[in-house]
C-alpha cells in the first residue's frame, strides 16, 4: 500500500500529466476495463466500463451525469435510454424534494397519512400547510381548509371554474359568486340569447315512465317548484 502524510499541508499528492486531460486508473483483477479518475482543465471526471462522462463535476461546480457539458448546476443525460430519477427512503419514511428561494419555497414528496395509507403532496413551507395531496381515497385541494381560492381556466375562459376559498361559494364564469352556486356568461347586445345552464336527461327505452327534466326548488317546508 501507498500511505502518504504532509503534518502541515492539505495536498500532500500530485499526479500531473503532460497532455490536456491526466488521470489515475483503478483496476482489479475481474475486468479488463479500467475506471478512471480524470483532470481535463479545471474539471473533474470519472470514466467506468470504458465509457466517459459517467459523471463530471465542472470548474463552475456544475455537475453532468452522462454528459461533460452540462447547463443547469445538475443535469442527467442518456441518449439511448429513458431517464428515471428514483428516490427510495426506508419503510414508513418519507420522500422529499425541497424547492426553496430565498428562504421559502415548497416541499414535493411521498409519505404516510393518518390513516396508514400512503400520500403523494405539494407542501406550502412558508405557511406550514398541505396544498395538495393524492392518495387512494382520492384528491384533496387545501387539506389545511385555509382561505385559497381555487380556479380551472377553460381555452376561452379563465374562470370556467373558481372556488371561493373565503364562503366556499363556486363559480362558474365569474370570480365573485354571491351564492353557492353562481353562473354567468357574458353575451354581447348583436348576440341572440344563450341560456347560461342546459339540463339535459337520457334514458333506455325500457326505464319508468316518470321522467323529470330541470331544476327542483326546494325549502324548509317541502315546497317544490321545478
Known amino acids: 500500500p501507498l500511505h502518504v502524510y504532509h503534518a502541515t499541508t492539505n495536498g500532500v499528492a500530485l499526479f500531473e500529466s503532460g497532455d490536456g486531460q491526466g488521470g ?23 470514466q467506468t466500463g470504458g465509457v466517459a462522462n459517467r459523471l463530471t463535476v465542472k470548474s463552475d461546480g456544475k455537475v ?5 457539458a452540462p447547463d443547469h448546476q445538475l443535469q442527467v443525460r442518456d441518449t439511448s435510454n429513458a431517464v428515471i430519477m428514483s428516490l427510495k427512503a426506508a419503510t414508513n419514511k418519507a420522500s422529499i424534494i425541497e424547492l426553496e428561494n430565498d428562504g421559502t419555497g415548497y416541499s414535493i414528496g411521498h409519505d404516510l397519512n393518518n ?14 400547510r398541505d396544498m395538495v395531496q393524492f392518495s387512494s381515497a382520492g384528491a384533496v385541494f387545501n387539506e389545511g381548509s385555509a382561505n385559497i381560492d381555487f ?17 366556499g361559494n363556486v363559480g362558474i364564469g365569474t370570480t365573485s359568486p354571491g351564492y353557492p352556486l353562481a353562473v354567468s356568461k357574458a353575451e354581447s347586445a348583436a348576440s341572440d340569447f344563450q341560456t347560461n345552464l342546459d339540463l339535459k336527461r337520457t334514458w333506455d327505452s325500457g326505464d319508468s315512465t316518470d ?15 321545478g
Do not use: C, M, P, W
Not at 482489479?28 to 483532470?39: G, K, Q, W, Y
Not at 453532468?64 to 461533460?68: A, E, F, N, R
Not at 380556479?151 to 364562503?167: C, K, M, V, W, Y
Open 24 to 46: 489515475i486508473a483503478l483496476k482489479d483483477n475481474s475486468t479488463s476495463n479500467n475506471v478512471f479518475l480524470l483532470a481535463t482543465g479545471d474539471d473533474f471526471g470519472i
Open 64 to 68: 453532468g451525469i452522462g454528459t461533460s
Open 115 to 128: 390513516n396508514g395509507g400512503h400520500n403523494f403532496f405539494i407542501y406550502d413551507r412558508e405557511n406550514a
Open 151 to 167: 380556479r380551472i381556466e377553460s381555452n376561452a375562459d379563465t374562470h370556467a371554474f373558481f372556488l371561493q376559498g373565503s364562503t
Open 211 to 225: 321522467r323529470y327534466h330541470g331544476l327542483i326548488f326546494s325549502d324548509s317546508n317541502s315546497v317544490n317548484a
